[in-house]
């Protein structure tokens, strides 16, 4: 199996670079905003206000990748070059179907936001400035994640990496361009809107990257297939179960979402230490993820390949292989935070209250990989064999439990405070093992019996 290892790492490895790369874009964004006009602490909100309409905003299109690259994956897998590029033109469409919606409900989505978000009115009018700005640039990402579950059904990571490293990149370095000019060329930046400017651009450059790349690797490849796609079963019945897989993918999302969310505003209670010690937590608990993630996706890409082939025995070897590097990667990350939690943490704030509030509040955070690798592993794997029922369901049962946990521990210990925290911690904890068993126990049903019975159908 050293063979199924090496395409595992090829997958992956391309992912996790990509997904490194990620995080650097909103802290330049927020460096950018910082030093303009003295450091205004508006402009800095202004920034963090508006990309967080924009989590809120994409967050629930993740789908359009998944349910793309389990499908192209499958395709694959059987061959069918024609379905591939039938999964890529249809995804396509509904991407900028959404996309134009997106841009008409613009005005309705800023006023809902700012009902629950309570800013001052600078930071109010420079969020809004931001939004209406970037909302432009909602085809082009929509697409964007379309295109990065093709490349990956497709088996290429390569193509989704150097994509993503074209969109960060480039909005990195326009954003610091159109914002602060250019020293002694005679331009000296358009300031603030300049930062929403370079990512607009930046995601129209890497969509035309993006389409390039597909001209370069498939174009002759899917010029050469049949026009008439989707050999098996009617156009309507693939047309259906297009849109049943996202539709599950976007309420898994929504559920995943309302725990975030629910995590985020239970924090606020507890005031302003604990809850920056919460965010801190929330944001280096997801580091490990955009490692384990990468192999989420190799397996993703594996999984829907192998049972486009109907190999029922490949499907179990990438499912142990892959939770063997993730799992790996896991176990890695539990001494990286119990040893270096603390110094993480300096790295994101020099206040001493929270950094004392912290040590706590370590252990939770040392541990969270363990429970964290199998949930986002089995994401890929459920991906790959578009076993989205079963995902869909373990992320409502996940909710049941984070509310279970938490409102059980409130009605009967009535914390206050950091006891308060470590309820709400538990609670996180409580939606990760949900999901984890839940899938674990479906892994045969969901996975593995419809290969079974696809080869039966066959004989």
């Known amino acids: 199996m050293k063979t199924l290892d090496k395409e595992i790492l090829r997958l992956a490895l391309p992912s996790i670079l990509a997904n490194i790369t990620i995080p650097l ?17 508006a402009l800095i909100g202004g920034i ?31 061959g069918d070059i024609a379905g591939c590029r039938t999964n890529l033109r249809r995804s396509l469409l509904t991407a900028l179907a959404l996309s134009l919606v997106l841009i008409a409900i613009q005005w309705p989505f800023e006023k809902l936001i700012f009902f629950f978000v309570n800013c001052s009115e600078e930071v109010r009018h420079l969020a809004t400035r931001y939004f209406r700005l970037r909302i432009w640039a909602a085809p082009a990402t929509l697409s964007l994640m379309v295109l990065r579950g093709w490349f990956i059904g497709m088996q290429d990571t390569v193509s989704s990496m150097l ?23 005679g331009f000296d930046g358009i300031g603030y809107i300049g930062i929403a400017w370079g990512t607009v651009a930046a995601q129209y450059g890497g969509l035309a ?21 989707e050999p ?57 993820s955009y490692f384990t993630d990468g192999f989420a996706f190799a397996g993703e890409a594996l999984t829907g390949k192998f049972t486009g082939m109907q190999d029922t025995a490949m499907v179990r070897h990438t499912v ?15 001494l990286v935070y119990a040893f270096f939690g ?55 049962g996940c909710v049941f439990a984070f509310a279970a946990v938490w409102l059980a521990g409130s009605a009967l210990l009535r914390p206050e405070g950091a006891a308060g925290v470590h309820l709400l ?30 080869i039966g159908n066959i004989h």
């Not at 142990?320 to 539990?334: C, D, E, K, N």
């Not at 206040?351 to 040392?366: C, G």
């Open 163 to 185: 994509t993503d490293l074209v969109v960060n990149g480039t909005n990195i370095i326009l954003s610091i361009f159109l914002a602060t000019g250019l020293p002694g060329a």
């Open 209 to 229: 990257f993006a389409c390039a790349m597909i001209f370069r690797r498939f174009g002759k490849v899917m010029a050469a297939a049949p026009a008439e796609g």
């Open 232 to 288: 098996e079963g009617s156009v309507m019945e693939n047309f259906r179960r297009f849109y049943k897989v996202n539709a599950d993918l976007f309420i898994r999302s929504l559920c995943l979402m309302a725990v975030y969310l629910a995590f985020t505003a239970i924090s606020a209670r507890f005031g302003d230490v604990l809850l920056a010690t919460c965010s801190i937590m929330m944001k280096l608990m997801l580091v490990f």
């Open 48 to 78: 963090s206000v508006g990309s967080l309409m924009f989590d809120l905003l994409y967050w629930n299109f993740g789908f359009l990748r998944a349910g793309t690259g389990g499908l192209t994956a499958q395709a694959f897998g059987r």
């Open 320 to 334: 142990r292989h892959t939770f063997a590097w993730s799992m790996g990667i896991g176990l890695l990350f539990v």
């Open 425 to 454: 911690f538990a609670a996180y904890y409580a939606h990760l093992v949900f999901r984890s068993v839940y899938q674990t126990v479906k892994y045969r049903r969901a996975v593995l019996l419809p290969v079974e019975e696809s």
């Open 342 to 396: 603390i110094s993480m943490f300096r790295l994101m704030t020099t206040d001493h209250e929270v950094l004392h509030s912290a040590r706590q509040f370590i252990p939770w955070l040392a541990f969270i990989p363990l429970l964290g690798c199998p949930a986002f592993t089995w994401d890929g794997i459920y991906t790959g064999a578009t076993a989205t029922r079963q995902m869909r369901d373990s992320n409502i």
């Open 25 to 41: 874009v909103g802290m330049v964004d927020m460096a950018v905003a910082g030093h303009l006009d003295g450091g205004s602490a």
